[in-house]
């Protein structure tokens, strides 16, 4: 079962991408800012990362650099309510791009796809 990390500032999101993810079979944590999301990277093996950009002080851009750097092979998908941060060169750096939307399919689309191919 892999192990999914939901980064995200609002706590009804993550109880919504937690249970809808659950439901789909994968073990899912949850980190309220990027302090909490990176302590939870070091203590446990995480296999994909759903982060969010805007996290109230924090950036998630900067997030993803870091995991980048530590942890190249893992999987990264930025998912933001704002589709303009897709022109910033740094979020390039995430393995997908989805904008929040309601509607979860598109996200569980990509998860699976990112897990498939870190399968391979």
Not at 33 to 38: L, Q
Not at 87 to 114: C, H, M, P, T
Request: hydrophobic share 40%.
């Amino acid at each position: 079962m892999a192990k999914i990390l939901i980064v995200d500032d609002e706590p009804g999101l993550r109880l919504l991408y937690s249970d809808e993810l659950k439901d789909e079979g994968y073990e899912v944590v949850t980190a309220a800012n990027c302090t909490e999301a990176a302590k939870l990277l070091k203590e446990r093996d995480i296999d994909l990362v759903v982060l969010d950009i805007q996290i109230k002080q924090e950036s998630g851009l900067e997030m993803l650099q870091k995991i980048v750097q530590e942890q190249k092979e893992l999987p990264v998908i930025l998912c933001s309510a704002y589709n303009c941060y897709k022109d910033d060169f740094s979020s390039w750096l995430a393995d997908a791009y989805i904008v929040k939307n309601s509607d979860l399919g598109e996200l569980k689309q990509e998860i699976a796809r990112q897990l498939d191919r870190q399968s391979q």
